[in-house]
């Protein structure tokens, strides 16, 4: 121990020497690794801010949710100029029937028939069939299942066997379906399944608009895309309504289904209970919009948390003896936090970009920590100047 004490107190003396002598910058910069570094090791779900949600939805929450919650909040609010909803919970097929020839004399763009059926009790007197197969620019329903030879087609209703709709069958799959109470947040545009290419509801619908040519940036088979929920509204009309006012529906797309199924309900970031039918309108919205939200690559959340965390750690270690600076430091602290929040709400709202500050929010909260583990390793009097003095201490 005595020869290897002035050895051990030499190597702690020259670190503290050697770390306090560095430049300011070089010190932010290597707590700033530190803090990077230590964050992987903190126990906590980084893409998650629940702190900002709902209890219900603490368990699963983005930040998105949040800016999309604050957006829908605002008094603006566009009323959708292509999709309407037609409610249909109560109907007999017999009405439905009546209903889908009223809506066909009307010439929508397309009617998408979100409903599945079990086989009638009298098939030999059912109206909804004929109807079905005669009705212009119908999309009815059909559900991608996967196997263990992969995805396939599943027909989810008693007509998919006896009627072509002249629109051709679409997907009703919504994201989140296969976890229980999941957030619905993305839509699948098309899915690539042993039959062949099958389009997803909303697309299959808007596809039959004269604007989605124009504005929509398809996205490829199978990819993810961000719905827009926020700020967007659709009219709902009332069916005995529609005979006498075609305007409401000629040369729109008209959505058929029930509002008030509890089987068909899905938490979305603004809501827990959302219909179905409501789910593929705003797909519908989004897909028409030909606007596509972009999310911060992991390099670039990096990038920004890194930064972020660095002007707070050269300030901390800045105004370290000042006798306002620990005040300083929390102002500012505060200010950035702020500044993440209403930056990362406007360019969310106006730039569809999704700026994901929760790695950065956690780097500038722990970077703090990090200076006083940092200075109170290398400064004067500090554990590596105390550990040097206990082994000088055994040596003498």
């Known amino acids: ?65 949040f800016y999309t919650i604050v957006a829908d909040d605002r008094a603006v609010a566009e009323l959708d100029e292509d999709i309407v909803i037609v409610p249909v919970d109560g109907f007999t097929r017999k009405r439905m029937a009546r209903l889908l020839n009223d809506l066909d004399y009307c010439n929508p763009a397309a009617i998408g028939f979100d409903i599945a059926f079990a086989p009638p009790s009298n098939p030999d007197d ?12 119908l ?35 919504i994201q989140g379906d296969a976890q ?23 697309s299959a619908l808007a596809a039959k608009s004269g604007r989605y040519q124009a504005n929509s940036n398809v996205s490829k088979p199978g990819d993810e895309e961000y ?15 529609i005979i006498d006012r075609p305007d409401l529906v000629e040369g729109k797309i008209v959505m058929v289904g029930k509002m008030n199924n509890a089987g068909d309900m899905h938490v979305t970031p603004l809501d827990n209970f959302t219909p179905g039918l409501l789910i593929h309108a705003y ?18 959340s990096y990038a920004v948390a890194a930064v972020a965390c660095f002007l707070l750690v050269w300030l901390n270690m800045r105004l370290y003896d000042s006798p306002m600076g620990p005040l300083a430091v929390r102002v500012v602290q505060l200010a950035m936090l702020y500044a993440m929040i209403v930056g990362g709400t406007m360019a969310y709202i ?36 105390r550990i040097a003095a206990l082994f000088n201490k055994r040596n003498i």
Do not use: W
């Open 126 to 137: 059912d109206p909804l069939a004929e109807t079905l197969a005669e009705c212009s620019n």
């Open 139 to 173: 999309v009815l329903p059909v559900r991608i299942a996967t196997d263990a030879d992969g995805m396939h087609t599943h027909h989810v209703s008693y007509y998919d066997s006896i009627v072509k709709p002249k629109g051709g069958f679409a997907a009703v799959n």
């Open 1 to 65: 121990m005595a020869i290897r004490a002035p050895f051990l107190t030499a190597i702690m003396k020259s670190l503290t020497d050697i770390m306090m002598k560095l430049p300011l910058p070089i010190q932010s910069v290597v707590i700033t690794v530190m803090t990077l570094l230590f964050s992987h090791v903190v126990v906590y779900d980084l893409m998650s801010v629940s702190f900002f949600s709902p209890m219900e939805k603490a368990a699963d929450f983005r930040f998105s949710d």
């Open 180 to 202: 229980k109470r999941s957030t619905v947040r993305q839509f699948t545009g098309s899915f690539i399944t042993k039959e062949g290419i099958t389009p997803a509801f909303a």
């Open 350 to 385: 106006h730039l569809d970009i999704d700026l994901n500050f929760a790695f950065a929010i956690m780097a500038t909260t722990l970077g703090v920590a990090a200076c006083d583990v940092y200075t109170g390793l290398f400064r004067k009097k500090g554990l590596c100047d």
């Open 227 to 241: 719905i827009r929920f926020a700020s967007k509204r659709f009219d709902i009309i009332d069916p005995d309504e």
């Open 283 to 300: 797909t519908a919205a989004t897909i028409l919009s030909g606007k596509r939200i972009r999310e911060l690559s992991p390099f670039e």
